[in-house]
């Protein structure tokens, strides 16, 4: 197969495939972040 | 031939190789709860109590040995199934990770209900550790040929959500065992029959989306390098041939010690930041901090790896490990300063390192021994994580166990392990510092055969 030079993809299913990995990361990430000031008062 | 298999991945035009990065975290964030299983210590602790723990109930000690299984079974799935990985490719190797996985949720439920510690030992331990190593193995060497230009960042991505997992896994957990307990349950049974389905399904979904590049297939304007320079090679080694060589052997030294010395500080972090700074920094500040430690354990794991793809893998191990050995050294000096953010800081630049330990590994194993087997290759080398998930605890605690028992407190229970894993870290620099490129006999020859199953690879 020659090399495919460009990707462009579908951006609907990638915008909807980094919001189902990225929502949840976030989320966590928050509510780890809730814990911190505890330590620094 | 069934949806399942490698020939049906291949990425037709216009598939963008951005959608391979969350095919590989929904996996990792998954299986990356497997760092939150301590939530359900407790819990499991009065599984028959309830409220308190009764003499029937499981202790603590007989509870710890379901992580430690699932650790060891990771390992362990991960050097024996790599080349089977690498067969089959990606989507199968991902949904047998999700049916494992999920699984062993859903078995452990039962372990639970039936009060049976052996089946949650099975389920959890033997067949989640199962489903543990494939998805961590999964995505490495999809990613790799996805981006050849900058295999560091894009391991480092998918690695970095087995550290994320962990917040997920553990917040996840607490909402549904407080949504699920009752007067006569602590809900952890039905906790664990939700995580197994909704752990499954997120995993089928990266399962679904993940495509392997076309033969020879590179990305726009790329020019990779015809020839072999300093430690990146463009041959290929076979994982048999591979673990052969003594630059695999230098590599799961650095891996195993930069680990054990990570471990060190995670192990311990709570105790220690107490008893360092007695009366200054309370249980709940060091929950904060061992939160802090993991936040950074993760952004490690993402930033540190990306950045190697500019400076180099070697170069980026002698900063991990060299001063990752002089903070260690610090860390003392700061618990006699007394100053807490001093402490904190040094331990979180050296977390940030033990994550970028891990993340940039799978990079450093594609440049020496080039794309083709680098999956089954890290699965093999992750051994060394399985080691150092038995010798950092066992080295930390025994040392601190044995200085309480001499009457030593504050900081001098800590300065010692810390110099000793400071002398473990200057021991896998050495080890780094000695990895030279491939020698020319270990190269393979013919990629076809080799891809087949059952082909000999002496």
Partial sequence: MPNETKTTGNAVMLMISWIVVGVPLIWGVYKTLMKLPVLFH | ?458
């Fill in chain 2, 1 to 458: 031939m069934g949806f399942f298999d490698r020939e049906q991945t291949v990425a037709g035009p216009g598939f963008s190789r951005w959608l391979v990065p969350p095919a590989a975290l929904a996996v990792h964030l998954s299986i990356g709860q497997a760092y939150a299983f301590s939530v359900f210590k407790i819990p499991l602790t009065r599984a028959i109590g309830i409220t308190k723990s009764v003499p029937n109930d499981w202790t603590q000690p007989e509870l710890a040995w379901i992580f430690s299984l699932a650790i060891f079974f990771l390992g362990a799935s991960a050097a024996v199934f790599g080349r089977w990985v690498e067969r089959v490719g990606p989507r199968k190797t991902m949904a047998t990770a999700a049916l494992c996985f999920g699984g062993g949720f859903i078995l452990s439920a039962f372990g639970v209900w039936w009060h049976q510690l052996w089946v949650i030992y099975l389920g959890y331990g033997v067949i989640g550790g199962c489903g543990l190593g494939l998805g961590y193995i999964s995505p490495v060497s999809t990613l790799v040929k996805w981006f050849p230009d900058r295999p560091g960042m894009a391991t480092g991505m998918a690695i970095m959500g087995f550290g994320g997992g962990a917040f997920i896994g553990s917040n996840l957990s607490l909402n549904l065992m407080d949504y699920f307990k009752s007067p006569t349950t602590t809900g952890v049974a039905q906790s664990f029959v939700a995580l197994g389905i909704i752990y499954f399904c997120y995993m089928m979904f990266g399962s679904l989306i993940v495509r392997v590049p076309p033969e020879d297939w590179k990305p726009a304007g790329y020019q990779p390098a015809t020839t072999s320079h300093g430690l990146i090679t463009t041959e290929n080694v076979t994982v048999d041939c591979a673990w052969r060589t003594p630059q695999f052997w230098l590599l799961w030294i650095v891996l195993c010690f930069n680990v054990t010395a990570g471990i060190g500080i995670l192990e311990q972090a709570s105790p220690m930041i107490q008893e360092m700074f007695p009366g200054k920094v309370l249980a709940a500040a060091a929950g904060g901090f061992v939160a802090l430690l993991s936040l950074f354990n993760m952004g490690g794991r993402f930033l540190w790896s990306s950045f190697s793809d500019y400076i180099g893998r070697k170069p980026v191990y002698v900063i991990y490990l060299l001063l990752g050995a002089i903070l260690y050294c610090l860390i003392p000096v700061a618990g006699r300063s007394g100053s807490v953010i001093f402490f904190v800081a040094v331990c979180a630049v050296i977390l940030s390192m033990y994550g970028g330990g891990f993340a940039t590994i799978p990079a450093y194993l594609k440049d020496l021994f080039g794309a083709m087997q680098v999956g089954a290759i890290h699965g093999r080398l992750l051994t060394a994580w399985s080691v150092a998930g038995i010798l950092g605890p066992v080295l930390v605690n025994y040392i601190r166990e044995y200085l309480k028992n001499r009457g030593v407190t504050g900081v001098d229970l800590y300065a010692p392990t810390m110099y000793l894993m400071a002398g473990l870290l200057v021991i896998g620099l050495i080890c780094n510092l000695s990895v030279r490129p491939v020698a020319d006999r270990f190269y393979a020859r013919n990629r076809r055969e080799i891809l087949k199953p059952g082909a000999s690879h002496a």
